[in-house]
């Protein structure tokens, strides 16, 4: 095993087992963050099984052959640590956050929770209430479910882009033990998992005992799992909930999370509707007062992309405000870019991407993300030439490109 410079202070290496391990040396920090990141999330799910990624997640931390959970709490307790899970559309992260010298036990116990967890039939009829609970608080959220509704519409044919990750209270209440020892076979896989460490580590030391505590062996089948792409569908849709608060919903297109234009239309999306500088903050809050919140933003995953716009108004003003949106859209399409817009939205994303390398968290994250997309790991400097390099030119052509004006997916949820 080999351990490589991929750029200054970020390497990588790649056990027998086909786990890829990538690490940044950040030498003047007192901690470290540890996490492996699964390429399996709800999408993965079966299609009778919706949430099973998420129940999985859950009962990992219930223990394992060699630990209970009591045990996995109280080794992270005794080093002052933190360790959590998250499920998500394309993925499957479990992490800690610790001081440097808590990087084995970590790093040992995170190993052995994603490898190696118990499954037992008590443990799943017992978490499965958790989880149960969990759904029936998600379902009580209005902005939770109006999401969902949104979600529901936006991708053709049921793509398992359109089920919450959740699950629902029919799935997670039929889910068996069986099938929980199934999924996590499929795709708990060192083939299908990244480990990534940033902090006060050294990459060799890494390396080294991640090859102590994983699968020293590939699984007979290494082929990488392949998924189908999903499709766009424009509509305009009415959910009735009663709810004080009405939610506005607009998706159009968006690249990728691997393609190049993802960086010049998130300029563009700054000088839209990203923070209270934007144009539709201005706009519709700070000029009219219709809106409380009110925002866009860029959701990029490995196959398909989705630019959203979101508003939270009172009910009377639902139509004014889809309206005013659509204006505000038809504008940045028909209009040159300003310089000074283009610079400030530059500006303020450089800065969000210097100030998130202040983390070890934000460094892993983004490390792991780009590899689960199999996306060229970019160091800091790269990305901040590509974000200078953007022109009010590029920034329109791009802009053209997915703000496609009559091919909107427009929802609005809330009283009639």
Request: aromatic content about 6%; overall charge negative.
């Amino acid at each position: 095993m080999s351990v490589r410079e991929l750029y200054a202070n970020v390497y990588e290496a790649t056990l027998d087992s086909g786990l890829r391990i990538l690490v940044e040396e950040v030498p003047q920090s007192r901690s470290v963050s540890v996490g492996f990141w699964i390429r399996a999330g709800s999408r993965e799910d079966p299609n009778d099984r919706p949430g099973l990624s998420h129940f999985l997640e859950h009962l990992a931390f219930k223990g394992t052959p060699s630990r209970d959970a009591r045990e996995i709490s109280e080794a992270i307790d005794a080093i002052g640590g933190h360790i959590n899970a998250a499920t998500a559309k394309e993925a499957t992260f479990y992490y800690a956050d610790v001081p440097a010298d808590g990087l084995e036990t970590a790093l040992r116990i995170l190993a052995d929770i994603v490898f190696n967890p118990r499954l037992a039939a008590s443990d799943v009829d017992l978490e499965r209430n958790v989880v149960l609970e969990e759904i029936r608080g998600h379902e009580d959220d209005p902005d939770q479910t109006a999401y969902d509704l949104f979600c529901a519409e936006v991708w053709e044919h049921e793509h398992p882009y359109a089920r919450p990750v959740i699950g629902t209270l029919d799935s997670i209440s039929a889910a068996s033990v069986e099938d929980l020892r199934a999924f996590h076979s499929m795709y708990y896989r060192p083939v299908n998992v990244v480990l990534v460490v940033c902090g006060a580590v050294r990459a060799s030391e890494v390396a080294s005992i991640a090859k102590s505590c994983t699968p020293a062996k590939a699984a007979v089948s290494t082929s990488v799992l392949e998924r189908i792409p999903p499709c766009f569908r424009s509509s305009t849709q009415h959910h009735e909930q009663p709810t004080a608060l009405s939610h506005i919903y607009i998706g159009t297109q968006a690249p990728s999370g691997v393609e190049d234009d993802r960086i010049p239309l998130e300029v563009v999306n700054s000088i839209l509707g990203d923070g209270s500088s934007s144009r539709l903050f201005r706009s519709i809050r700070e000029t009219r007062g219709l809106a409380y919140a009110i925002s866009s933003y860029i959701s990029g995953f490995s196959d398909a992309g989705l630019w959203l716009t979101y508003a939270g108004v009172a009910p009377a003003n639902v139509g004014t405000v889809v309206e005013l949106i659509q204006a505000e859209f038809a504008r940045i399409v028909s209009e040159p870019l300003p310089e000074d817009e283009l610079e400030l939205a530059k500006s303020k994303l450089r800065g969000h991407l210097i100030l998130g390398m202040e983390t070890n968290a934000h460094r892993a994250s983004r490390l792991a993300n780009a590899a689960l997309m199999r996306r060229k790991l970019l160091s800091p400097d790269d990305l901040l030439q590509k974000l200078n390099a953007v022109t009010v030119e590029s920034a329109h052509e791009v802009l053209l490109k997915y703000m496609h004006l009559n091919a909107l997916n427009i929802a609005t949820i809330g009283p009639s």
